[in-house]
């Protein structure tokens, strides 16, 4: 398939630059994946369309202050450094701005030395392995020091960090936030439970392969970024107990998606315990062993996610919904609005 198959005009003006003040008051196109017949709602309104029995899964991941900014010891010009996977300790794999400067072996400064970081390794596309140095907890010193890695299209700062977090953000290791949970409440969450759906957790620490562009005319020939993904025995059982009473499952988001489709494949369509590295690339012509539905929000053009939400409703229905969105100026991307395809 071609790139340019999977492109679409977005103005700029769509792009959501806040959240809003109520997470679950933003809009929702309920798109059905086998006839792409379209309804407008509000976020709230989801409990229409999940019945008892269903399992909602959701990505617990917590966004790290991942974005710092420093010095060059040497000549003290700028950087800025966006941490994207731990490695081993205290070495990380970071993106670097501007990366053409720091060779292997250069040191770096931030915060007046409260944390140093020499570059061990230079990969590609601005990659660069660097290594910690400071005294106490890394973490702690990164709560002090860094900066909420907002996606490059928002250009407002944001007022309360906590707003680029889920309100079940649990563990720490995630370059950005899993976008399409942003919109729960502890509300709506406890609403749902008493509904009598499911609601299960798992983990995938989004990565570089959410900042990554498609940089190739055949889609197929793009390689995707391996993430950190995990999934407990608990979160195991309840999908396939879902599974096996007759119940739908809906993931949230496509970090949820990749994780369980990642799971099932492996296990012939069924779940069990697991953690490890994806780097499954989903695309149409996918089959989909997992899921039976979806939230997400909107997507960027020619992005491996609007890809990945073809697959599951199929490129038509999709770019006819996105078009629907444009002409109905719902808000797009990481702050923006959601899309129930069911």
Known sequence: MKLDQFDFDLPEELIAQVPLENRASSRLMVLDKQTGEIQHEIFSDIMKHLQKGDCL????????????????????A??????????????????????????????????????KAVCLDELDHGGRVLE????????????????MPLPPYIKTQLEDQDRYQTVYAKERGSAA???????????????IREKGIHIAYITLHVGLGTFRPVNVEEIEEHDMHAEFYRMSKETAELLNRTRAQGGRIISVGTTSTRTLETIASANNGSF??????????????YEFRAIDGMITNFHLP????????????????????YQVAVQEKYRFFSFGDAMLLI
């Open 302 to 321: 020619k992005s491996t996610l609007i890809m990945l939400v073809s697959a599951l409703a199929g490129r038509e229905h999709v770019l006819h919904a």
């Open 57 to 76: 899964v959701l990505n617990d991941t917590k966004v790290l202050p991942a974005r710092l900014f420093g010095v060059k010891l040497d000549t003290s």
């Open 132 to 147: 910690f140095q400071y005294d106490g907890i890394f973490y702690e010193v990164l709560d002090q020091l860094g900066k």
């Open 272 to 285: 069990t315990e697991a953690n490890g590295w994806t780097d499954i690339f989903i695309y149409p012509g």
């Open 177 to 191: 936030a899993p976008t399409a949970g942003l919109h729960f409440t502890e509300e709506l969450l406890r609403e």
């Open 78 to 115: 700028k950087v800025e450094v966006l941490l994207l996977k731990q490695l081993n300790g205290d070495q990380w794999e970071t993106l670097v701005k501007p990366a053409k400067r720091l060779k292997k072996g250069m040191a770096l400064s931030f915060g007046d030395g409260g944390l």
